[in-house]
T-cell receptor, first 117, second 117 residues
Framework: DTGVSQNPRHKITKRGQNVTFRCDPI?????LYWYRQTLGQGPEFLTY????????KSRLLSDRFSAERPKGSFSTLEIQRTEQGDSAMYLC???????????????FGEGSRLTVL | AQKITQTQPGMFVQEKEAVTLDCTYD???????LFWYKQPSSGEMIFLIY??????QNATEGRYSLNFQKARKSANLVISASQLGDSAMYFC??????????????FGKGTLLTVNP
């Protein structure tokens, strides 16, 4: 299966440490999105890329967060100096920009769950 | 600003019966898209069904149908012949209406569906 892949699936860290998550999208998808989902809530948009260009960042993405997609393929999301409030599921999604029926359907990975102690 | 409201935190249904999950939305855009996603305990968001704001007919995908009432701004999901494997969180989402060019989604808080044998 060549769906969206995220690593690691689970990460437990101490407050103040840096963490990095990786997302490998579906190979022909040029759009890549990061969402954050806290307990009992729906996913919230963080940022998205078209190829290697980061086109939009949410206000939720503080300066401790940085996302990259250096070659337009995989993406990383780094959180510096983690805080307990960063504990959440970080979801990656991708889509192909053009298509017969461009409904905007996003293909999601299984997420990376972060726990900050 | 767009908003999705799911008023049912949890729903129960007997196996083989039909169930309706409610979703109302708020937007000032004329062109928008509505989605339903399923999130099992594994965490992955699975696309179920899509309805465009200009689609005249309600969308259907197998056992899933979307009851779209534009004037009421509602987009309820109907699952027919429920199966045990349908037990999951269900999220209603809206595609950003700014020309739809970025395809970022706004999600509701979700409804936890439990199918009883």
């Amino acid at each position: 299966d060549t769906g969206v892949s995220q690593n690691p699936r689970h990460k437990i860290t101490k407050r103040g440490q840096n963490v990095t998550f990786r997302c490998d999208p579906i190979s022909e998808h040029n759009r890549l999105y990061w969402y954050r989902q806290t307990l009992g809530q729906g996913p919230e948009f963080l940022t998205y890329f078209q190829n290697e260009a980061q086109l939009e960042k949410s206000r939720l993405l503080s300066d401790r967060f940085s996302a990259e997609r250096p070659k337009g393929s995989f993406s990383t999301l780094e959180i510096q100096r983690t805080e307990q409030g960063d504990s959440a599921m970080y979801l990656c999604a991708s889509k192909r920009l053009a298509g017969k029926q461009n409904t905007g359907e996003l293909f999601f990975g299984e997420g990376s769950r972060l726990t900050v102690l | 600003a767009q908003k999705i409201t799911q008023t049912q935190p949890g729903m129960f249904v007997q196996e083989k019966e039909a169930v309706t999950l409610d979703c109302t939305y708020d937007t000032s855009d004329q062109s928008y898209g509505l989605f339903w996603y399923k999130q099992p305990s594994s965490g992955e968001m699975i696309f179920l069904i899509y309805q465009g704001s200009y689609d005249e007919q309600n969308a259907t995908e197998g056992r899933y149908s979307l009851n779209f009432q534009k004037a009421r701004k509602s987009a309820n999901l109907v699952i027919s012949a429920s199966q045990l494997g349908d037990s999951a969180m269900y999220f209603c989402a809206m595609r950003d209406g700014s020309g739809g060019s970025n395809y970022k989604l706004t999600f509701g808080k979700g409804t936890l569906l439990t199918v009883n044998p």
